[in-house]
């Protein structure tokens, strides 16, 4: 009986713990964007994969959000990257959308960004053939 209520109470506490993580994640990805990259680049395992898979997530959801992919679309792109491993897929992001972005919307446009939002644009510039020409599109859709 008594390992019963230990291992129920180490379940809870762990429970808590990782759920105090998750929140903390969620919460860096509001902060602007050269910030967020300044501590994911600091950042080592396990918090890297957590940051990764909180930027992934809510990137996801802002491009949904935005009209930048359909419902069915963020679905299966979700379902997709629960396959793989959260830092490459990041590492992959900033190295082949991040300089289009950059190059489109420009580096001093990102400094008050939310790194969410930013992970939203990277998403629009991984989607098409054209990276710049479907940012500038999406971004006069906009207004911006």
């Not at 009986?1 to 994640?25: E, P, S, T």
């Not at 490459?88 to 008050?112: F, I, Q, R, T």
């Not at 939002?117 to 971004?139: S, Y």
Request: proline share 4%.
């Amino acid at each position: 009986m008594g390992y019963l209520i230990g291992g129920v109470l180490l379940l809870v506490v762990l429970v808590l713990f990782f759920k105090r993580d998750v929140n903390r994640f969620n919460q860096q990805c509001l902060i602007d964007f050269p910030a967020w990259l300044a501590l994911y680049t600091a950042s080592q395992m396990p918090d890297k994969g957590g940051m990764a898979r909180a930027f992934l997530i809510q990137s996801i959801h802002m491009a949904e959000g935005f009209g930048a992919l359909s419902a069915a679309a963020s679905r299966e792109l979700s379902v997709g990257l629960r396959r793989e491993n959260p830092v490459s897929v990041v590492n992959e992001w900033l190295e082949s959308a991040l300089p289009n972005v950059v190059d489109v919307v420009g580096s001093a446009s990102l400094s008050d960004v939310p790194a969410r939002q930013v992970g939203a644009l990277m998403i629009v510039a991984l989607m098409g053939v054209n990276p710049q020409r479907d940012l500038r599109d999406f971004m006069q859709r906009f207004g911006r």
